[in-house]
């Protein structure tokens, strides 16, 4: 089994979040001896910044035994056309990255709508990549993968 993670699940370990900590490392321990974690170059340009070298990343890759593998070019298109359709869509409305469950914001002074895009790109990159590259994807954004990728299968 081939299994890619979220930028999220690995930032719970290396900023250690005590609300997603522990699950986030279950996650990874589980999934380890399932088969394969793979991460996309978005994943990986993340993380670069929680080290001080590129040899510390890899070195820390290699210890959990997380590979890099490239997006292609079919990949690279369906982010593209997915994040055009949602850059055309709902601009006035937030997703909760839990449940996907969309709400609205206003001012508390003139009552209106805020209006505001809560994903960019890169997190449409990271979806296409799971989906071409694996049969499952670790994030704490499943509202977000739900929405946008529905045949992708995200555990939380």
């Not at 997603?20 to 399932?34: A, F, I, N, P, T």
Request: glycine residues 6%.
């Amino acid at each position: 089994m081939i299994t890619a993670v979220d930028t999220n699940i690995l930032l719970d370990i290396l900023i250690p979040d005590d609300k997603h900590l522990q699950q986030s490392k279950r996650l990874l321990d589980e999934y380890v001896l399932k088969g394969q974690l793979i991460i996309c170059e978005i994943v990986y340009a993340e993380l670069a910044s929680q080290f001080s070298s590129g040899r510390e990343l890899k070195d820390f890759l290699s210890d959990t035994g997380i590979r890099l593998i490239s997006s292609t070019a079919e990949t690279l298109c369906k982010a593209g056309e997915k994040w055009k359709n949602y850059a055309k869509g709902k601009k006035q409305v937030f997703q909760c990255p839990q449940c996907g469950a969309d709400t609205t914001i206003t001012c508390h002074k003139c009552h209106s709508v805020i209006t505001v895009r809560q994903h960019i790109l890169s997190d449409f990159i990271i979806g296409a990549h799971a989906i071409h590259n694996a049969e499952l994807l670790l994030s704490r954004d499943r509202g977000f993968y739900k929405t946008y990728f529905k045949d992708l299968n995200v555990i939380e």
